[in-house]
T-cell receptor, first 115, second 115 residues
Framework: DQQVKQNSPSLSVQEGRISILNCDYT??????FLWYKKYPAEGPTFLIS?????DKNEDGRFTVFLNKSAKHLSLHIVPSQPGDSAVYFC??????????????FGKGTHLIIQP | DTGVSQDPRHKITKRGQNVTFRCDPI?????LYWYRQTLGQGPEFLTY????????KSRLLSDRFSAERPKGSFSTLEIQRTEQGDSAMYLC?????????????FGEGSWLTVV
């Protein structure tokens, strides 16, 4: 029973274009969402997060959108750069500012930026 | 801020042997987490500590696994009588309880191969 789903195992985007990575969740108790980037043989690196009280958060080239009614979030990267090639994980937490549990992760989307 | 550090980065062991991993969290963080990641999956929550107290354990954490954080600083994860199914990357992470949102920062992971 996957509570956080990333339905695209991989995504190929041309350099300079926009990359859009999608994530769906089923647990309505989740109220804090994060995106992590992971290179092979390294730990995940935190990218950006969003609280459920917001519908958008922006940090440089990265923007996360949250649609609570659809239980859907997306990560936009614009413009895409070769160094963005990595696996991106969507994660959700049930409580902001503390909490009894860690994060629930999706299976990841492998983003490939084509030159 | 030196980040989360893990040791060893790689470990190859024979089935039935015991292994221990160490994690040093970000110095001011009071929460410490252990996750496990296998190929094609996102990180899966194992357990977490707030200071020296182990507050939650996943059902993934069988009785062959034990984690400690004796002085509320570094933590160890021991796996006894290793099995081939234990082969995975073991990720340590830390966060500051009470900070806005529960942003967890990961170390680079410890690869375990059981032969």
């Amino acid at each position: 029973d996957q509570q956080v789903k990333q339905n695209s195992p991989s995504l190929s985007v041309q350099e300079g274009r926009i990359s859009i990575l999608n994530c769906d969740y089923t647990n309505s108790m989740f109220d804090y969402f994060l995106w992590y980037k992971k290179y092979p043989a390294e730990g995940p690196t935190f990218l950006i997060s969003i609280s459920s009280i917001k519908d958008k958060n922006e940090d440089g080239r990265f923007t996360v959108f949250l649609n609570k009614s659809a239980k859907h979030l997306s990560l936009h990267i614009v413009p895409s750069q070769p160094g963005d090639s990595a696996v991106y994980f969507c994660a959700a937490s049930g409580y902001s500012g503390g909490g009894a549990d860690g994060l629930t992760f999706g299976k990841g989307t492998h983003l490939i930026i084509q030159p | 801020d030196t980040g989360v550090s893990q040791d060893p980065r790689h470990k190859i062991t024979k089935r039935g042997q015991n292994v221990t991993f160490r994690c040093d969290p970000i110095s001011e963080h009071n929460r410490l987490y252990w996750y496990r990641q296998t190929l094609g999956q996102g990180p899966e929550f194992l357990t977490y500590f707030q200071n020296e107290a182990q507050l939650e354990k996943s059902r993934l954490l069988s009785d062959r696994f034990s984690a400690e954080r004796p002085k509320g600083s570094f933590s160890t994860l021991e796996i006894q009588r290793t099995e081939q199914g234990d082969s995975a990357m073991y990720l340590c992470a830390s966060s500051l309880a009470g900070s806005a949102g529960n942003t967890i920062y990961f170390g680079e992971g410890s690869w375990l191969t059981v032969v």
